[in-house]
């Protein structure tokens, strides 16, 4: 691979995580700041995701990977969301809002594979190399909060009565016009399956990979995937907008710390997988989840405020010891025919089924400890997910019993 190219897919990489974190972070405050959204709206709102997360293997699965270059289909959908965006920016309130943002989402969640994609096609080690590709997708994302926090201030409590958080749907919108462009230039990557093959909605969807739900412990595991992203639901809908109702300043910004987190404690995984085995691993993520909601129930802006940033830094531990631990041991469970599959059956138990549920609950939630004068009981609406979290470490810890071990290298995991 040239310098060239991997300058190309390296901006691919930072853009289209960029447009993400350009207005996703915000979105829960923006709804109830911007359009007065209740939590049961909100939650509908985010839920977009998941929904996006069910459609998008019929897009790559049934269209990219049959038809035409997954470069120029990226090219396509990012200049349609492009269009969204504006008409996201230009919304007067939630009902206006509510279709052009799933629209958006049933566009933006096939190019997180897209990108993959494109660069697995140029890549001649992808153990090596892949890594360093992606990391300017987190990069991308990291700039886009510091951007809205500390140059345009759009998350300052001033700026944010005063409306100006729309216009992360407008930097989003801008973002998203320049990669649909510019992925007009990226190398090619051509169909992956004859169109004259027969493609059924089990193998786009996984569901060949349901025979491994035969084994107890797989079982437990898929379980409890989706049971975990009842929590996580929490973080992507109130985070931002906790933070900023209690007086944070620069929220946006500081959520970034996450992010770093991210890659940090992705090193770790391969030394903790391989000495602790996978139970334990996952179990620490799975605690994370808990102790972190539970620092966001008694921390505050003030005195406190260092246990906010604890809970904001446990996202690495969080994210990486429970989904990409699951993901290593998916993939050592699947074996080599159901590899793919695998991988997509718990992508769609988790990001589809478990993160729908998810923000139905959040926002159910919210609306129920929404007291008379507007403010939220924001102690228990992180109470009850730190229990939530809580309950599936239990139940994972005493049910699940598989005592191998999986043998992993370091590139297998970052």
Not at 32 to 61: C, D, M, Y
Not at 94 to 115: C, D, E, N, W
Request: glycine share 8%; aromatic share 14%; charged share 15%.
């Amino acid at each position: 691979m040239t310098a060239a190219i991997r300058t190309k897919l390296s901006a691919m990489m930072f853009l289209e995580f960029f447009i993400w974190g350009s207005w996703f972070v915000t979105l829960g405050t923006f709804l109830g700041s911007n359009l007065k959204a209740s939590g049961a709206e909100s939650g509908a709102v985010f839920s977009t995701q998941s929904w996006g997360a069910i459609v998008a293997p019929f897009i790559v699965g049934l269209i990219a990977d049959r038809y035409f270059n997954a470069e120029k289909i990226l090219g396509i959908l990012h200049i349609a969301g492009a269009l969204l965006m504006y008409q996201l920016y230009n919304a007067a309130n939630i009902s206006v809002f509510y279709p052009y943002v799933l629209g958006y989402m049933i566009l933006f969640m096939p190019t997180l594979a897209l990108v993959n994609s494109v660069s697995f096609n140029q890549i001649g080690d992808p153990e090596k190399e892949f890594s360093s590709i992606r990391i300017w997708g987190t990069i991308g994302w990291i700039a886009a909060g510091l951007l809205i926090s500390y140059i345009f201030h759009w998350d300052s409590k001033q700026d944010t009565e005063n409306g100006l958080l729309k216009n992360t749907f407008l930097m989003a919108g801008i973002a998203s016009l320049v990669l649909g462009l510019f992925s007009f230039t990226l190398p090619k990557t051509p169909p992956k399956i004859d169109s004259s093959e027969k493609v059924t909605i089990s193998d786009v969807l996984g569901l060949d990979a349901l025979r491994l739900l035969k084994d107890k412990n797989f079982l437990i595991f898929f379980i409890s995937s989706i049971l975990i992203c009842i929590p996580l639901a929490f973080y992507y809908q109130n985070a931002n907008l906790f933070l900023s109702n209690i007086g944070v300043d620069n929220p946006t910004g500081k959520m970034t710390i996450g992010q770093v987190s991210e890659v940090l404690f992705l090193l770790f995984i391969p030394v903790f997988f391989s000495r602790f085995g996978f139970k334990k691993t996952i179990l620490v993520g799975m605690l994370a989840w808990a102790i972190r909601y539970a620092l966001f129930a008694y921390g505050n802006s003030t005195n406190l405020s260092f246990m906010l940033i604890i809970g904001i830094a446990l996202h690495g531990v969080c994210y990486d010891f429970f989904f990409v631990s699951g993901q290593i041991y998916t993939d050592s469970k699947a074996g080599e025919k159901y590899k793919s599959s695998a991988q997509g059956l718990i992508t769609l138990a988790t990001y589809g089924v478990g993160m729908l549920i998810g923000f139905a609950v959040a926002g159910m939630i919210t609306d129920t400890y929404k007291v008379a004068d507007g403010t939220i009981d924001w102690k228990m609406v992180w109470i009850i997910p730190a229990g939530i979290a809580a309950v599936v470490f239990l139940l994972f810890a005493f049910l699940f019993n598989d005592k191998s071990k999986s043998e992993i290298k370091i590139a297998d995991v970052i």
